[in-house]
């Protein structure tokens, strides 16, 4: 029996039907790395963004199409899934779009900051306008002198641009770059790449995340493969289920793109990510020449975390096999305790239906009450209304009580007051 399908199943069949590789899309390889894919992303989301096509609907859906693939090759889980199986394994209701806040308008971006404040992740990507002033070199950039911090105040959905040199010998010995908010605003540390054109691409990005009193991003260039974790990852399958929060929790913890810097001149930016108000911050770079102990540490930590993700995967499948065990066992525990009461509330009326006797029934004042006729119940209460007034003595025959000021004293007159 033929199944009929509405129009919009019948849009969302033909648009899956059309679907391209995203690979095709991006125009990456299979074997591209993070780092590519990220930058040909923004390359694309930069020409088709929505702002700079506003009556162009050809590339209002390009736009769509590449955030689309971006957040299929982006997640590692779901390259993997769909490098196996295709579309079909990924589960496209779960697609985590970034949000731009300075196209937003107002109202949406209070129901943003609303879902925010209950716990429902909020995707923020950068601002196309800042994308594209640094892209065009049309941005101020500051420079930012090696151990002397900065602080300033960036607004909403704005950056601040730095530029730090480091000569060869502090290439190698590593560079870092912090920020932190002490009243623990949103925020991006950003570091862009030089384009042959003289314009700035943004190559990496990191999102603020609180530590203790602070919001606090940071980058490390140190020589070896630092890891930074993403919080986002897997967010939405972790606020459904809090077990999945538990075990998808190190998911996000990836290697940073870049590694080392070369010497010269590098620009970082500071960009201001709260909903409504300007970020106040301090930014400083460090030469990492006197972190000795801290590097060893920090590359024995990551690789216990690593350690700790594998074991974790493996706990996971166990745990999975006896919730499902305990499951079962707890739905039959109810079935068994109903089956019996009802063996037993079966057993308990066979052995009352072994008497010849009416069955019992309780008597209350009311039953009594109903089989006497209504005039009779009303002169029955008449006659105690009555015999009431009848034993109550009246007013005549009471005696007078005595009140407190006559009461007799007796006062010797002999002996003086």
């Known amino acids: 029996m033929p199944v009929n399908r509405s129009k919009s199943e019948k849009n969302d069949a033909a648009t899956k039907q059309l679907r391209r590789d995203p690979y095709e899309v991006l125009g990456v390889s299979r074997s591209s790395t993070d780092q590519e894919i990220k930058s040909a992303y923004r390359k694309m989301a930069l020409k088709y963004h929505p702002d700079k096509n506003a009556n162009d609907p050809e590339a209002t859906d390009m736009f769509k199409e590449v955030t689309f693939s971006y957040n299929i090759l982006s997640d590692p889980d779901k390259r993997r899934q769909y490098d196996t199986a295709g579309f079909e394994a990924v589960e496209s209701d779960s697609q985590e779009l970034e949000l731009d806040l300075s196209s937003l308008g107002t109202v949406n971006t209070m129901f943003a900051a609303l879902f925010s404040k209950l ?13 594209e002033e640094a892209l065009n070199e049309n941005v101020n950039i500051r420079p930012l002198s090696l151990g002397q911090p900065v602080s300033r105040k960036v607004e909403k959905q704005s950056a601040h641009f730095y530029s730090v040199t480091i ?3 502090e290439a190698r010995d590593g560079l870092v770059c912090r920020v932190q908010s002490s009243d623990k605003s949103k925020f991006k540390l950003l570091y862009f790449d030089r384009e042959e054109n003289g314009g700035l691409s943004l190559a990496l990005q990191e999102d603020c995340a609180k530590t203790g009193k602070v919001t606090s991003a940071g980058m490390y260039f140190l020589g070896f493969p630092v890891y930074h974790l993403d919080q986002t990852v897997n967010s939405v399958a972790a606020v459904k289920d809090p077990d999945t929060a538990f075990f998808k929790r190190l998911d996000g913890f990836q290697p940073c793109e870049i590694t080392e810097l070369k010497a010269g001149m590098h620009v970082f930016a500071v960009y201001g ?16 020449a006197r972190f000795t102990t ?3 540490n920090l ?14 995967s493996k706990f996971e499948t166990e745990y999975r096999e006896v919730l499902a065990q305990f499951t079962e066992m707890t739905s039959r525990y109810a079935q068994e305790m109903q089956a019996i009461d009802d063996l037993l509330k079966e057993w308990n009326e066979i052995h009352a239906s072994y008497t010849t006797a009416p069955p019992m029934t ?11 006729p209504k005039e009779a ?10 015999e009431t007034r009848e034993k109550r003595p009246s007013t005549r025959d009471r005696p007078k009580k005595k009140k407190w000021f006559n009461i007799h004293l007796k006062v010797d007159k002999r002996k003086p007051c």
């Open 362 to 372: 309780r008597s209350s004042s009311k039953n009594r009450n109903k089989g006497i």
């Open 294 to 296: 801290e590097k060893e």
């Open 299 to 312: 590359r024995d930590v990551e690789a216990q975390i690593l350690s700790k993700r594998v074991e974790l």
């Open 167 to 169: 000569t060869e010998e």
């Open 119 to 131: 716990g429902v992740p909020i995707k923020t990507t950068v601002s196309t306008t800042v994308l």
């Open 273 to 288: 990510d709260n909903f409504f108000k300007s970020v106040s911050y301090t930014i400083e770079a460090l030469c990492a």
């Open 377 to 386: 119940n009303e002169d029955s209460k008449m006659r105690e209304t009555v």
